[in-house]
């Protein structure tokens, strides 16, 4: 910027704005105030600081008017930029407290010192204008695809010039082994733009999975306009992907139509982000056959799902097993990605021997308990039965009828199991005790005795010691590693292996600050009661008589 706009005439004083606040893209009127306050700084160093020197450059005519302030007051405190009502109305006979006198000042001569000083204050407020313009601009894109071009490497971090501001793709965020150079195009996913003290920083990546969701949403018209949708999508920047779709027009194929006429449209994005390998896949609200989807090109057997741990065991031949894990683990990795579940992968050999081994445990299980022979335990145990208490606690005629079993036989079995289940409390009882469990811990509601003692063997031997507890630390939790491709990792509760969910162990833990005195039994209803008014629903009481 031209220091001769400072005292330029005033045709050059309009033709600088303009010209400035064009290449800048800011408003005009800014770049005007910016030189009024140059102009203010310049008098002030002339006619001193202390002064209210103000500056109007008139955005029509160019003309500059240079003014001191003088207002009225009661009291001076500022002998340059006050002055009180008695010596105004000598002036003005009308003035009152707040009025303002205004002195024109002839205009400035701008030595070089001052004209540098005016300059570096254009310069300096066109520059925050300016980041004020890119943040404005940029904040409210926060999810959409741009365009730019390369314009420097720094330390794998590419900088890339948008147009009007320039974004930054860190090296995490491009895909592994692509090369770019200075003057290549180049797309990417703006995620964060943050105001700085250096400008606003515009982050790009080409590595999310958000940047491939777009590019199919410039490709495919159908997601475009909302008739097929994307549901998840997992990748492995620049090796391979999954992406989940679902069709609100029951005659629209979604995987068809992201793969398009040859495969036009999913070579496209294929293109794009490298020759990465994509899979589309079929969104079902079942989470089993989802996931069997996902675990697409394999083949699967079988699948047992845990929805309180949100696992999922999934069976396959053993000439699958491979290609369900993928090369370094990929394919199942991905496909826990796009579903949110933890998969484990077993063979249809690894489940039958699992299998047996149960059938083994519970079969030795039963001819301890119940003081019965091999055969008899097995065939409980082909029955379907699993544990003492079921046996002990089924309608007698369910073992009754059971080939090759009466009734008498039943009652016994069943008697036999009572007498162990007894046996074994009071074993536990004991061993509470020992370890100094109080009593009042089986006041709580969900507690039995043989969580007592592991609660006790864990240190937790109050009731105020179960009521301070977090439901981590009872029923665990899974760490999920923000590093690329790195497994959860599953930290155990205290109470892992006891068939609880982690519901039943936040009901656990309220019930023990109610026994404990900590909170009152009221207390626990009212957030249901607000959950049932979000809902829309209606709570027991709520209900008006002859409604």
């Known amino acids: 910027m031209a220091v001769a706009g400072i005292s330029a005439n005033r045709l050059e004083l309009l033709q600088i704005a303009d010209a400035v606040a064009r290449e800048k893209s800011i408003d005009r009127k800014i770049v005007i105030q910016s030189m009024e306050e140059a102009i203010e700084l310049a008098a002030k160093a002339r006619y001193g600081a202390e002064n209210d020197i103000r500056c109007e450059i008139d955005g029509k005519t160019g003309e500059t008017k240079l003014m001191r302030v003088e207002t009225v007051v009661e009291v001076v405190e500022d002998d340059s930029k006050q002055i009180d009502l008695a010596a105004a109305r000598k002036r003005k006979p009308q003035a009152q407290v707040g009025d303002t006198f205004v002195e024109q000042l002839p205009p400035l001569d701008f030595g070089r010192v001052a004209a540098q000083n005016a300059k570096q204050k254009i310069i300096q407020k066109v520059r925050d204008a300016e980041r004020d313009r890119q943040f404005a601009e940029y904040k409210d894109r926060i999810g959409d695809i741009i365009n730019g071009t390369v314009k420097r490497v720094e330390y794998g971090n590419v900088i890339v010039d948008l147009g009007r501001a320039e974004g930054i ?62 549901k998840s999508v997992a990748r492995d920047p620049g090796s391979r992907a999954k992406i989940a779709v679902i069709s609100h027009d029951s005659s629209i194929d979604p995987v068809g139509a992201c793969v398009g006429m040859r495969g036009q449209r999913v070579q496209a994005v294929v293109g794009e982000l490298q020759g ?73 050999a690894e489940e039958s021997e699992r299998r047996q081994k149960e059938f083994a445990e519970r079969s030795a299980l039963f001819m301890e308990a119940l003081d019965v022979d091999e055969v008899i335990a097995q065939v409980l ?18 073992i009754a009828h059971i080939e090759g079993f009466d009734e008498g036989t039943a009652e016994e079995i069943q008697t036999r199991a009572r007498e162990f289940l007894e046996k074994q409390e009071t074993d536990r009882d004991n061993k509470r005790r020992e370890l100094g469990v ?21 240190g937790i031997k109050t009731v105020e010691d179960l009521a301070d507890c977090a439901t981590d630390d009872l029923s665990g939790w899974v760490e999920r590693k923000k590093e690329k491709g790195a497994e959860p990792v ?16 936040e009901d656990m833990i309220m019930s023990a600050r109610v026994v404990a005195g900590w909170i009152k039994p009221e207390d626990l209803a009212q957030p249901e009661a607000e959950a049932a008014e979000e809902d829309g629903t209606d709570t027991p009481g709520d209900a008006q008589p002859g409604a």
């Open 381 to 398: 145990v082909t029955e379907g039965f699993a544990t003492v208490e079921e046996v002990a606690f089924v309608d007698v005629a369910e």
């Open 169 to 230: 793709i860190r090296r995490d965020e491009m895909i592994p082994r692509e090369n770019v150079r200075y003057g290549d195009r180049i797309r990417g996913f703006i995620y964060d733009v943050r105001r700085e003290q250096r400008g606003p920083q515009i982050f790009v990546s080409r590595a999310k999975p958000e940047f491939m969701a777009r590019l199919f949403a410039m490709e495919v018209p159908e997601i475009y306009d909302g008739t097929v949708e994307i």
């Open 276 to 348: 990465e390998k994509i899979d589309i896949i079929q969104w079902k609200p079942e989470a089993a056959e989802f996931i069997v989807n996902a675990l697409a090109p394999a083949e699967v057997t079988k699948v047992v799902l845990d929805e309180d741990s949100n696992r999922i065991e999934v069976v396959v031949p053993e000439s699958q097993l491979s290609l369900a894990i993928g090369r370094r683990g990929q394919n199942v990795r991905l496909a826990s990605q796009l579903t949110g579940w933890d998969i484990d992968i077993v063979t249809e």
């Open 490 to 505: 599953r930290h155990k509760g205290i109470l892992e292996g006891f068939d609880v969910s982690r519901k039943d162990v």
């Open 438 to 458: 109080a009593d009042d811990l089986a006041k709580v509601t969900g507690v039995t005795t043989l969580m007592m003692v592991r609660l006790g063997e864990n």
